[in-house]
């Protein structure tokens, strides 16, 4: 429990080193966006993607290049004469400089190479709002699973103590002589029973609020958590109704099958890029140049010369490199279509688990509503049958032990509904901050 005690003190410093933080699903989402390293990771991957788009495009556009170069050069002139050898010596400067202007005129690989680009980028945005999505669901799933625990932890407090209450009734009653054996070792081993769940159910908070706080980066004690508001909670069917018109949807909504098909389309034109290897290249160039020198037989010379022409470039032989980038450019064109076949059909398994856990999740909640009524009224027969000779010790324990079974089940079920429905639209590639903020308002804060 120590552990717990250091992990409950670290939130409270956190909570209160950010007074304006809400412990609410909406709260979480939020700092999860700022903080989560699996969406700061596909965010940062849409950054540099977006690069792409840029770098493509300057293989479109016109290049300027200048060189220039200055040297001093030293030469030393040995002539035979009739007289002997002779030896000069001369000193010069020679420079130079280019100008150089390249307009590409047709270089389909270059075009190939942009519209790449652009199917990459588009793909990456995509791939961002997926994980957006994704991360929605997360932490809904993370935020309820924190209740669920916390709910559970609860319930066997109060078994604790109305089991620790009845255990010394029956020790009373049995010093009285007016109590059995039985009764008093039936409600001890209850008591140590629970004892051991109340462990189980301690280290269960413990790694629900860790597995939130991985997500958000910020420790969120349960006992701080917005609760759920039952009376808020609309059991709705999913709209539209229909499991057809929720895979219509998903298959233009879907962020992932778009961002597969981006990805067809990115290997579409890999595949033109590399067959363009067999075309020629056509670059206007104009070039504008300085130079100047001098030599033992020419004094003070200089040069400007400006030339404007067509350049073509006509591939005639490669080794076989451009049919072999062409044939690998189809293979992954094909690896690209079947993987978004595979996707689709995640995609459709996917949206239809979701679909049926929203409608069974409506029809479990409502049965488990009537199970915990039905468990209540049965626990307070029972008590009555007690006092009237009909029942036992035993038999309130059972009863009791049922109503706290009814109650964790229907909480765990509401907390699924809700948690489904996100996942839902999160299948079908609709869920929004909005869908978020109307969970929001099922919750009510923590007293």
Known sequence: MSVRRGWLACAAFALMSHPAYAADLLGAYRQALENDANF?????????????????????????????????????ITQNTILGPRTSHSDYVAEGQNLTLRQPLYRRANLAQYRQAEAQVAGAE?????ERQNLAARVAAAYFDVLAAQDQLGFVAEAKKVY????????????????????????KARYDG??????????????????????TSRPLPAAALARLDARRLPLEAPTPASFDEWAALAENAN???????????AYTQEVDKQRSGH???????????????????????????????IQVSIPLYSGGAVMSAERQAQAGLERARQQYEAGRRQMTLNLRREFNNVTVGIARVRALEEAYKSAALALGSTEMGVKA???????????????????RDLGKARYDYVVARLRLKAAAGTLGEDDIETVNRWLTAAK
């Open 40 to 76: 700061l990771a596909a965010r940062a991957n849409a950054e540099a993607t977006r690069e792409a788009v840029p770098q493509a495009r300057a293989g479109l556009l016109p290049n300027l290049s200048f060189s220039g170069s200055r040297t001093k050069n030293n030469t030393d």
């Open 126 to 130: 995509l791939t961002l709002d997926k």
């Open 164 to 187: 620790y209450e009845q255990w010394q009734r029956a020790v009373a009653m049995l010093d009285k002589g007016a109590g059995t054996r039985t009764d008093r070792d039936e409600t």
């Open 194 to 215: 629970v004892l051991a769940q109340e462990i189980d159910a301690a280290n269960a908070v413990d790694l629900a609020e860790r597995t939130l706080a991985s997500i």
């Open 255 to 265: 962020p992932e099958l778009g961002s597969l098909r981006y990805g067809i389309e």
């Open 279 to 309: 075309l020629p290249t056509l670059d206007l160039i104009a070039q504008r140049s300085y130079s100047a020198s001098e030599s033992v037989s020419i004094i003070g010379s200089e040069y400007n010369t400006s030339l404007v022409g």
């Open 389 to 407: 000779g009909t029942r036992n010790t035993l038999d309130v324990l059972n009863a009791r032990q049922q109503v706290y079974g009814a109650q």
